[in-house]
């Protein structure tokens, strides 16, 4: 490629005038000047070979990211909403690893994905658990915890994030990445309220189901709440005036089992 004529053009918007140029979705706007190219071929030709590899690369990374969403539409269907989404919303920045935070709002309203209501939050499920992949294990000392009255305190795992949505997408998730045809047809696709823990340790991510009781009790220690407002938040309003026996029966059976929790001495109990 041979430098501008144009003197006044600068290096930057060229290459930005190129990046225009590869991920346009018309031919007009992919032209460049053939002054611009040196060769044995056609500019257009290199620059089609370099659309391709750079079109390419972006699906391929959102794939990494999005398997089960892949997966379940297929690949061919997969990349036409990736070349899209990466057309409309191209990267901002080299690591392509955390490319894709826009895709589960992109297609959510894609055309031919209406029999699927449930892949927007399937797709932010796997964002969601994609980006804690990427995360670091945090030290202790950065673990948020809850002191109790009796000396101890619950120390939780670091990270250690809250995720909702309407539909069973961990359940989704799992039967599309196992490829098992007939436990996705036995799951229930009902809009509801599902709540999931996902944490990271050495040993990759855990995902575990959580009751609205639970999850509103954690959201609560998330936002730095002693364990009287914490179980006050736990409590929300559920019929029949049983609300401490329900939240005491949720921590036991959801929180306190899982392995993202533990109960030690707290600093200065006694």
């Given at each position: 490629m041979h430098a501008p004529s144009d003197p006044v053009q600068s290096l930057e918007a060229l290459q930005a005038r190129m990046a225009e140029a590869l991920l346009a979705p018309d031919a007009s706007a992919q032209a460049m000047p053939e002054s611009l190219f040196a060769g044995a071929h056609d500019g257009a030709v290199g620059l089609r070979v370099h659309r391709n590899t750079v079109l390419g690369a972006l699906a391929n990374a959102l794939r990494q990211s999005f398997v089960a969403v892949d997966r379940l539409v297929g690949e061919a269907f997969f990349d036409r909403m990736a070349v899209e989404f990466a057309r409309a919303r191209p990267p901002r920045a080299p690591q392509l690893d955390e490319y894709g935070a826009g895709f589960p709002d992109f297609i959510a309203a894609f055309p031919g994905t209406?029999?699927?209501?449930y892949l927007k939050e399937l797709a932010q499920f796997e964002?969601?658990?994609?980006?804690?992949?990427?995360?670091?294990?945090?030290?202790?000392?950065?673990?948020?915890?809850?002191?109790?009255?009796?000396?101890?305190?619950?120390?939780?795992?670091?990270?250690?994030?809250?995720?909702?949505?309407?539909?069973?997408?961990?359940?989704?998730?799992?039967?599309?990445?196992?490829?098992?045809?007939?436990?996705l047809q036995a799951i229930d696709i009902v809009p509801g309220a599902f709540h999931w823990a996902l944490w990271r340790s050495e040993q990759g991510v855990h995902v575990r189901a959580l009751g609205p009781a639970s999850a509103r009790f954690l959201a609560a220690v998330f936002d730095g709440a002693d364990v009287a407002a914490a179980l006050a938040a736990a409590e929300g309003s559920p019929p029949g005036g049983q609300a401490a026996e329900i939240v005491a029966q949720a921590l036991a059976q959801e929180?306190?089992?899982?392995?993202?929790?533990r109960i030690e001495k707290a600093e200065g109990g006694a």
């Open positions: 209406e029999a699927l209501p964002w969601q658990f994609a980006a804690l992949a990427r995360c670091r294990v945090a030290a202790e000392s950065a673990a948020p915890s809850l002191r109790l009255d009796n000396g101890l305190r619950l120390l939780f795992a670091a990270p250690l994030w809250l995720h909702a949505s309407r539909f069973p997408v961990e359940a989704l998730r799992a039967a599309i990445l196992a490829d098992d045809a007939g436990a929180i306190m089992p899982a392995g993202f929790v």
